[in-house]
């Protein structure tokens, strides 16, 4: 009834912004994105009658409120799943600051959707266990494979066409790297879910946003596929200021950036105009994940710890499924 399960964050390539069904998160386009080898959650999750409700710590924290019940909401799906009503002891762990703009949902919920199900003796294909992990955190459904990954958005009522799948597998690519800034690891004050809904609502820019995703999700599988760096990245940088357009004219705005995000923006600016390869991305926070290739990583990893805006940074590469492991965190 114990078990212990990691999985890596993801960047989304094509973001996945808005959802036409809020209860059982389904998103109105589809979206790609790339495993993270170094950014990872790990969660122990054990189902016991010696536990009265569901006990949770996220980083040693014991959690309660909104971020509890939606933990709960996820044990419940599965418990529906195995039928049994055990309640449950979760502990969880990340090795970089969540809520911040940085996929944390993404592994978290991944983590917990295999742990949990492992626990309870469900033995779930890849394809369920994204669909489950989708009904925690939209992107946590990408986060169960590794490499590149392809969120089909499906057209069913009932969710079950809508899953991910691999683009293409770890091993891939090994030149493509993304280095991701922490700029600042403040919490974001809006989060995703209600950024998306409030988007949805009000800005004039999200129709436009829907017309524009196919094609982009077109470049950038055969960005990834042949690895066209320059379509990969220029598509993906694109896509990601067409995402914010539609944050920036909500109402009220919703403006993720910090002043620090905007020099980053135009640091990478900078390293192209001196013919180094390099692309922006970012997501529902202030900090900058930036593409490039091997060759120049090092030194463009360099050049941004050396700014006073990074705190910190993160050399990835792409990484691999979700799994278990035999580590226990109680
Ligand atoms: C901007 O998956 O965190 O990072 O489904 O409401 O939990 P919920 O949202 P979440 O949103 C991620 C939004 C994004 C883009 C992306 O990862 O595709």
């Not at 790990?42 to 010696?50: A, D, G, L, M, R």
């Not at 309660?64 to 019940?69: A, T, V």
């Not at 969120?151 to 799948?165: F, H, I, R, V």
Request: glycine share 6%; hydrophobic share 40%.
């Amino acid at each position: 009834m114990k078990a212990t399960a990691i999985a890596n964050s993801n960047i989304a390539l094509v973001k996945y912004w808005g959802k036409r069904n809020e209860e059982l998160i389904l998103p109105y386009n589809s979206s790609i994105s790339m495993t993270l080898d170094k950014l990872y959650t790990t969660t122990t999750v054990e189902f016991s009658k010696k536990y009265s409700k569901d006990e949770l710590t996220i980083d040693g924290e014991k959690i309660s409120g909104e971020e509890l019940e939606r933990v709960e909401r996820q044990l419940n799906l599965i418990r529906r799943t195995a039928k049994v009503s055990e309640k449950a002891k979760i502990a969880s762990a990340s090795n970089f600051p969540k809520a911040a703009g940085l996929a944390s949902s993404a592994s978290a919920f991944a983590a917990l959707t295999l742990a949990a199900t492992k626990a309870l003796d469900l033995h779930l294909p890849k394809k369920e266990l994204s669909i489950i992990a989708r009904q925690g955190s939209g992107s946590a459904c990408r986060s169960i494979y590794g490499g590149f990954v392809e969120w089909q958005k499906g057209t069913l009522e009932n969710g079950e066409d809508s899953y991910a799948m691999q683009v293409a597998p770890q091993n891939h690519w090994p030149e493509l790297c993304m280095i991701v800034n922490v700029l600042t690891p403040k919490q974001k004050k809006i989060k995703s879910r209600a950024g998306m809904a409030q988007t949805i609502a009000t800005s004039p820019l999200y129709k436009a946003w829907l017309e524009t995703v196919e094609s982009d999700l077109e470049k950038v599988r055969s960005g990834i596929l042949e690895k066209k760096f320059p379509l990969l990245g220029q598509t993906a940088e694109m896509n990601a200021l067409k995402m914010h357009s539609t944050m920036i004219t909500t109402e009220p705005h919703i403006i993720y950036w910090e002043p620090e995000t905007i020099v980053m923006m135009k640091e990478v600016m900078q390293l192209r105009e001196e013919a180094t390869e390099c692309y922006f991305t970012i997501d529902g926070g202030p900090q900058v994940k930036v593409l490039c290739l091997e060759k120049d990583a090092k030194k463009i990893e360099k050049r941004f710890s050396e700014m006073k805006e990074v705190q910190k940074t993160f050399l990835c590469k792409t990484g691999g499924d979700a799994k278990l492991i035999d580590m226990e965190l109680f």
